[in-house]
Structure formats: C-alpha cells, structure tokens
C-alpha cells in the first residue's frame, strides 16, 4: 500500500513517515523545506527515516499542480495525509499570503489529484484553532465554527470546506483531523515549548500571555500519529442519515467527516510550566502579559466520536511527555 504525506519534514509529518514505514506502507514524502525556521531541524527530522528502502522523498512544494498531478498519475497512492501548511497562529497576521498559498491553493492541488487520481482516502490536518470564539466547552465538532479570530484558523475552516464540497460532488472520502497542542521530540522552535525552554535555560524572561490562564489541551506526538494511523485506514462512508434539515458538520451525506483529536484533559499554562521547570531542574523567570491577538483562550477537545468509531483515546500524561522532550531538547541543541 503506498501512502503520500505531505509536510513529512514536519513535527508531525516526520513522525507520522517513521510509524507508517514501520507498519509496512511505502512512503512518499513531499516538503519544500522553507526557512520559516531554521532548516536544520526539517532535515534532522528527515535523516531518521529518508535512507529507508521503502521511502521516497521530493523536496517539492504542493503548490506545483504539475508536479503533484505528475507524481499522482505516476505512483497511483491508495492513502494521501496532508500535512503540509504554513503554521502559527501569529505569524498568519504578519505575512497571509503564505497562508492563502500554501493552506489553500496548494490543498486545493491535492484534492484535485486525488479526485482525479481516485485516491481510497485523504486525511489532512486541521487544528484547535477553528473553534475561535466558540466558548462552549469541551469543544465539539458538531458544533459550528464559523467565528475564527486567525487567518490561520480561517484556512483550515476553509480546508474542511473544500473537502466537504469534493467528498459530496465526486465521492472523495476525506477526513479532517483537528489537532490539540501537539507537543514532543522535534516540534518547532516557534511554539511556546521551545520557546520556554530555550529561555530558562538561558536564564532570560519567558513571556506568558494572558497571565498564564491560557488552559490548552496538550497533546503527545506519539498519540497524535496513532489517532492519524487508525484514521487513514478506515474511510468515512455515506450517510443516508444525515439529517439536511438539522445538520450536523461533523459528517455529511457524502463520505466526510471531521474528529478532534487531543488529550481530553485541559491543563493551565503555569501548570504545564511548572512540568517543564520540573524536568529541566530548573525554575522559569515569567514576564506575564494581555491575552495577544489572534490566540484562543482555552482549548479542550471532545473525543467521543475518536473514541466510539477507532476506539481509541490519547493516553499519554503530561510528565512523561514532557520529559521525553527535555531528553530530546538536550541532546538536540545542548550536546
């Protein structure tokens, strides 16, 4: 079974490479290795799997419709995972047109494709961040979210748009993930993790927005690969009982659906602080400040439907994940 992952020298789409080589897939990888951080660690997170006999990687970018439509028409993938996106939150207010490019024209590529190229199923990243306003907790998928408060979270709203619009006209199975504050070994140097710990351990300010009452529900790499795994092997069907007179958006007549997958159990930002000082050893010198454009506040993810149809929950605590990523984090950067 040959599978593509887009963004595979990604935080996620590395992992995700290494646990489907694992299971026996061939894997192709596409990733244009942009400077939106430090290279380096895109091609440190490639180098644990590119020499695999059963991988193959472009350094591509999915905006390219020749390419990616030529590389479909040649390999003929049963599964695609999208992961490829311009990320952050706040970068998405400074520069939006690598976010209108890569989030939308390129998604666009890769639905194409797979339309065209009758792909058994495409599972592609969405995130947390389109429940923008919403307040009511744990966040539902089967509620709307149509207030986002980011061009990023509008892209991936937009996303689950595209899909649905492919999955009802061409029976396109897709499946969207919205992901929880994924957290571990080689995640970016822009999110918050590395952030602090580069600065405690450098003994400089952490800046804590929103007075550290920010709760999020964390969410260990490991447990986001497994949720995306059982996912991409079990496409979504038609549903004569869906409901047009009383919709429901996590599903649709069409072979569509939308799951979050997170912890299930959010914890306070000092809280998730005070974790990291305890693994480092060493105790953090916080500047706090006002809630920053574009952020949500709290974050907690509703897993009933990840749970009933792929019984399966996150299950990896706070502590252990944390101290899996300090190990990683000196021996990456400190040796």
């Not at 944390?322 to 984090?329: C, G």
Request: hydrophobic letters at 35%; aromatic letters at 12%; proline letters at 5%.
């Amino acid at each position: 079974m040959k599978v593509l992952v887009t963004g595979s020298a990604g935080f996620i789409g590395s992992a995700l490479c290494i646990s489907l080589l694992k299971r026996g897939y061939e894997v192709f990888g596409i990733d244009n290795h942009n400077d939106y951080y430090d290279p380096k660690l895109k091609e440190a997170r490639i180098d644990r799997h590119i020499k695999h006999k059963k991988y193959s990687h472009y350094k591509k970018d999915i905006q390219d419709r020749d390419f990616i439509d030529h590389l479909f028409k040649q390999e003929k993938f049963d599964f695609v995972v999208n992961l490829a996106a311009q990320a952050g939150v706040r970068y998405s207010i400074e520069n939006p047109f690598a976010y209108i490019d890569t989030n939308l024209l390129g998604f666009g590529n890769i639905l194409e494709a797979s339309r065209k190229y009758k792909i058994k199923h495409l599972v592609y990243a969405s995130s947390s961040s389109v429940y923008g306003l919403n307040t009511k907790q744990p966040f539902s998928t089967k509620d709307s979210v149509n207030h986002p408060v980011s061009l990023y979270a509008s892209t991936k709203k937009a996303n689950e748009l595209m899909a649905h619009s492919y999955s009802h006209l061409f029976d396109l199975p897709t499946t969207g993930l919205r992901f929880f504050t994924v957290y571990g070994p080689y995640d970016r140097p822009d999110m918050a993790l590395q952030k602090f710990t580069n600065s405690i351990i450098n003994n400089e300010k952490i800046k804590v927005f929103n007075y550290g009452k920010h709760r999020r529900d964390f969410t260990y790499i490991d447990d986001i690969i497994e949720g995306i795994c059982r996912v991409l092997i079990k496409p979504p069907e038609s549903n004569s009982s869906w409901n047009s007179e009383n919709p429901d958006p996590s599903f649709s007549s069409g072979p569509y659906r939308i799951l979050n997958i997170g912890n299930n159990n959010p914890i306070e930002l000092l809280d998730y602080i005070k974790t990291l000082e305890k693994n480092l050893g060493m105790v953090a010198n916080i500047e706090m400040l006002p809630l920053q454009p574009g952020d949500v506040e709290n974050t907690y993810a509703d897993i009933d439907d990840l749970i009933n149809c792929f019984d399966y929950k996150p299950k990896t605590d706070l502590n252990k994940g944390m101290k899996e990523f300090v190990n990683w984090y000196k021996s990456f950067y400190l040796n």
